[in-house]
């Protein structure tokens, strides 16, 4: 016979035993089905890794000296230039051998050679570069060959903390995956370092390899959302990727081998505020001259020959407004110059000194430089 204290320890073991069936039934049952036979990555990896390439590029560099023969007959320097080999990644996004890379994995080479997931080789030709925005377009023969291609997402949609996938060749480590998460949207390039590009970047902490450039960045359900370019060499977690909706606005170009077109008036500029002009006109070693005390952007330098310095703008000019529209930021400016477009006149509203003045400004074509 079991005593009164025995019978409570037996229902409290049985209460216990009940609740834990019971949790351990909830919390199967709170597991999403999407994530219970394999991850999301898996899943990512297996729809668009297969369209992820390797692109080994060769460049031959010619001797500095080869066009002084007298240098080159007392140091005994050989005619034949020597060869300077490359390596980074690119996805296929056409079954007929269309891929997206970056404009500096593939600028000015002699020869690329496309290593497909599976093992297969093609040479590949490079249709067009832009080195303002970082994007080429190689195409390889497919000698009638099936290749697998990747889905291209919308970037538009994205938002901070959505998943992101990086897929490339990072120091000829082929097929390497890291994740992470959009860590902002829209980084200028400026405030990334890299002043002489025109592109708002995407930051994730995924990590962004130099084998990585080119390389698609996917999202959680494997399309790709943008393509890996930057990483800061000062800072560890930080890569930086091309928005998907940029290289599909300018493809067309690219594959086409036309001038990608990229507006400019020709100024360098600071946001400016009447507390940093109060600042620098009390100060008598102020490189600057008495600014307007307004709010807008500053201009520090016209360039030559530019469509600014054409149209009489002037060192401490303050732009207030374009076509009507209030400015408070160089980027905002750089936005309406690019959605303007090429030989456009552009209303820019200035300060200068006391006078408020108006001046036209005819768009030119910004020169890429490799």
Known sequence: ???????????????????????????????????????????????????VVRIDT????????????????????????????????????????ILLTNA?????????????????????????TDVLTDLAVVKIDTKGEKLPTAPLGDSSKLQVGDWAIA??????????????????????????????????????????????????????????????????????GIGFAIPINKAKSLQSYLTSGKEVPHPYIGIEMVNWTPELAKENNNDPNSPLSIVPEVEGILVVRIVPNSPAQKAGLHRGDVITAVNGEKVRDGGVLQSIVERTGVNESLKLKL????????????????????
């Open 1 to 51: 016979m079991l005593s009164h204290r025995s019978l409570s320890g037996l229902s409290c073991l049985l209460l216990s035993l009940f609740l834990s069936l019971f949790l351990a039934k909830s919390t199967l049952a709170d597991v999403p089905s999407s994530l219970s036979a394999e991850s999301f990555v898996v899943k990512a990896i297996n729809k668009t890794g297969p369209a």
């Open 58 to 97: 060769e460049r031959l560099i010619k001797d500095t000296f080869s066009e002084e023969p007298l240098l080159k007959e007392f140091f005994g320097l050989s005619e034949i230039p020597h060869e300077e080999r490359g390596q980074g990644s690119g996805f296929i996004i056409d079954a007929s051998g």
């Open 104 to 128: 500096h994995v593939v600028d000015k080479a002699d020869k690329v050679t496309v290593t497909l997931k599976d093992g297969r080789i093609f040479n590949g030709t490079v249709q067009g």
């Open 167 to 236: 897929v490339g060749n990072p120091l000829g480590l082929d097929n390497t995956v890291t994740i992470g998460i959009i860590s902002t949207l829209e980084r200028s390039a400026a405030k990334v370092g890299i002043g002489d590009k025109r592109v708002d970047f995407l930051q994730t902490d995924a990590a962004i390899n130099p084998g990585n450039s080119g390389g698609p960045l996917l999202n959680a359900q494997g399309e790709v959302i943008g393509i890996n370019t930057a990483i800061r060499a000062n800072a560890t």
């Open 351 to 370: 300060q200068r000194g006391d006078a408020p003045i108006e001046v036209s400004v005819q768009t030119a074509q910004l020169k890429n430089r490799s």
